[in-house]
């Protein structure tokens, strides 16, 4: 599953369901079993030390729900092991029955059409719009659960709401980062704790490093990686979308002299005889073959695997991209097939995921393993102001919890039509670039053919 999270983000809109703008509906039996229970706090402790509390806990109806995903590698071993942990562990007697497919997509889109999807999945933040109708707004989980909003960085939150409400709970940050294999830099005579700042120094140490009769390279980019390539883009010109002063969409092709930049940038690595024209760049850099990478988080697994020296961090910004920190959020969403009592449940494995149970220190929650274990970055501030987070200095380095930084890939997560942005005027533009010497000429056309599906969309 890593590797097909590359830049997925936000299309196509979410109907208001219960909870949401709707009427209320009237409590389920696992709310009115949770309101006993806290009417019972307080009352003195029964026979044998066992408190009023403990004993009303037992009472909790027992209840299975069906949690669907596609994490199907190592990651995904990781998963299943926290699953069977709150199965065996849950004060609420749930029972969550995994189903973790590689033929994810299409086993939900054909459940979500006969009304037969399981209460929880594991999706994009593009969900709210792809799964229109078939997914709750859950903006009431923070009273149902024991979960705050403060906690979570309000980027990824925004990425995961409309207008209607919050769609979504974060689960993993897909996001590019920059490499640099120590090794080699310390043999090129550059400081090995020092990445380039900036993209000309990115220039200068790729030629220092590469040894083309060493077959090492210095550099690591590749004309096929959209997904990369697209976040290397935005952090010379921004998204390619943005919303104006009038609340329109507008694109950003035409003039865009940063994306100009970006392009004769990534030739010139080409052209100096600095960058492979192999497409297998993990496989370069985990045999010490490249000194500069750019993929996913997810690579940190291998490397740390094969004892491979490296550096990590975010992506380097420039002046006229500004605070860009493209990713894509996957998140946690509650389908409109679960009931209210399955609803309930979703909303308590999603709560324990991130707190743990009763008195767990935060480094026994999946949300902290998931960094630890796995290498993605958090978006859960308990996470990253804990003592074990903030010592590991390779985690720390591509976290970004500052809110003011763009977190969306490619175009806003409100933005409904990311989906023929992507397969239209952003493919057409990294197809054309490859052979095209008017890069000028190329953004105008990518201009008309965002500006029509603009058009076609909102009518302006």
């Not at 999706?123 to 229109?132: H, L, R």
């Not at 403060?150 to 990824?156: A, K, N, R, T, V």
Request: hydrophobic residues 35%.
């Amino acid at each position: 599953m890593r590797k097909v999270l590359a830049i997925v983000l936000a299309a196509s809109m979410c109907m208001t369901l219960a909870g949401c703008g709707g009427k209320d509906a009237a409590p389920s039996q696992g709310e009115k079993e949770s309101a006993k229970q806290e009417a019972s706090s307080g009352e003195e402790t029964q026979e044998g030390g066992e408190t009023a509390d403990a004993a009303q806990a037992e009472t909790y109806d027992p209840i299975t729900i069906q949690f669907w995903n596609g994490w199907t590698g190592s990651d995904g071993q990781v998963l299943i092991e926290f699953v069977e942990k709150f199965n065996e562990t849950n004060k609420w007697n749930i029972k969550v029955e995994m189903d973790s497919s590689s033929e994810f997509g299409d086993k939900i889109t054909t459940a979500m059409a006969a009304d037969a999807a399981p209460a929880l999945i594991l999706t994009g933040a593009s969900g709210k719009y792809d799964y229109e109708g078939k997914v709750r707004c859950i903006s009431d989980i923070w009273e149902k659960t024991d979960m705050k909003e403060e906690d979570f960085i309000s980027s990824y939150l925004d990425s995961l709401s409309t207008e209607d409400g919050l769609y979504g709970i974060p689960f993993q940050i897909s996001s590019y980062v920059m490499y640099w294999n120590k090794d080699l830099f310390e043999g090129a005579g550059l400081d090995p704790e020092q990445p380039p700042k900036t993209y000309d120094e990115w220039t200068e140490y790729a030629q220092k490093i590469t040894d083309p009769d060493a077959h090492v390279y210095g550099s690591g980019l590749s004309y096929t990686n959209i997904g990369a390539d697209a976040c290397i883009m935005q952090m010379f010109g921004g998204l390619q979308v943005t919303e104006n002063e009038e609340g329109k969409w507008q694109a950003h092709f035409a003039g865009n002299q940063g994306y100009i930049d970006y392009v004769e940038w990534f030739k010139l690595q080409f052209d100096n005889g600095s960058n492979p024209v192999e497409s297998d760049l993990d496989t370069m850099f985990v045999s010490n073959q490249l000194g500069l990478y750019i993929t996913g988080a997810w690579l940190m697994a291998d490397l740390n695997a094969y004892g491979i020296n490296y550096g990590v961090t975010t992506l380097i910004e420039t002046p006229e991209g500004g605070k860009q920190a493209p990713s894509n959020t996957q998140c946690f969403m509650v389908t409109s097939s679960a009931s209210e009592e399955e609803a309930l449940a979703a909303y308590r494995f999603i709560s324990w995921w991130h707190t743990a149970n009763d008195g767990d220190p935060i480094e026994e929650s999946g949300v902290f393993a998931w960094s630890d274990r796995i290498g993605y970055p958090t978006y859960y501030y308990p996470v990253a102001d804990s003592e074990a987070y903030q010592n590991n200095e390779r985690m720390k380095a591509i976290t970004i919890t500052d809110p003011e930084y763009c977190m969306d890939s490619v175009s806003p997560g409100s933005f409904r039509c990311w989906q023929p942005m992507l397969t239209g005027p952003l493919i057409q533009f990294f197809n054309t670039m490859t052979f095209e010497e008017d890069i000028t000429g190329v953004l105008e056309e990518c201009q008309e053919a965002a500006d029509k599906i603009i058009f076609e969309e909102y009518g302006y």
